[in-house]
């Protein structure tokens, strides 16, 4: 018969997690979700050693699918397990959103995006769709790659304004470089989209470049 030696460990951190979760470090957490993953393996080293190579915990989690399954021990069930946390911490932020205005609670729509986009190596716009009390209706992606002016499609966000019954808007798009400083394409399209809702309306409220660490607002900028 096989002895899990492990088993004590990981009753051991089940047991701190449920009586008090902050107590865990950080690597401890990771650990945690391993644990599924790899029911009858000694995970503690994975877990500091992905840590050591994407910088933090965050940056595990943000990690890419392709670069997590390039790390020695990690498959696509481990992967998978991974990526599960961040779904979740999108799916609560996004779920807050959705219940009160985000225009009084700017600071949680800072973190919904940042932990959304904020880590892509690609570009996405996104367009978010508020109700009449500034609620979140939807989080459309609106295109990927290099924003320009020959991706975004005004006419095709006012129609999402029509079919949705949004009141206002919000425009979002991350820039991996972590510069986020709009650039005159940027600019361009804001005006273009606002102009087209204008005449229904419908409000851009923000445009918001997402970095790694750092957020631009048109609005702080005077640009909007």
Known sequence: MTIDRNS?????LRARLLENPA???????????????????DVKPLAKGMIAKFGD?????????????????????VAAAIKSIEAACILMLRTDACKKSVISDWSSLLNYCRISIGGKTTEEFHVLYLNTKCML????????????????YPREILKSVLELGAASVIL?????????????ADVDITSRVAGTLAAVDVPV?????????DVASFNALGLL
């Open 137 to 152: 209706i939807k989080d459309e992606v609106h295109s990927t790659g290099t924003i320009n002016s020959s991706s975004v």
């Open 8 to 12: 004590g460990h990981r009753e051991r």
């Open 205 to 213: 409220h923000d445009h918001l470049i997402i970095g790694d660490s």
């Open 172 to 184: 979002v798009h991350n820039h991996p470089t972590g510069d986020v400083s709009p650039s005159k």
């Open 57 to 77: 915990f965050s940056g595990v989690v943000r990690a890419d699918p392709a670069a997590l399954i390039g790390t020695v021990g990690v498959g696509e069930t």
């Open 23 to 41: 107590s865990l470090a950080p690597y401890e957490v990771l650990e945690l979700v391993l644990m599924i993953a790899v029911p009858r393996r």
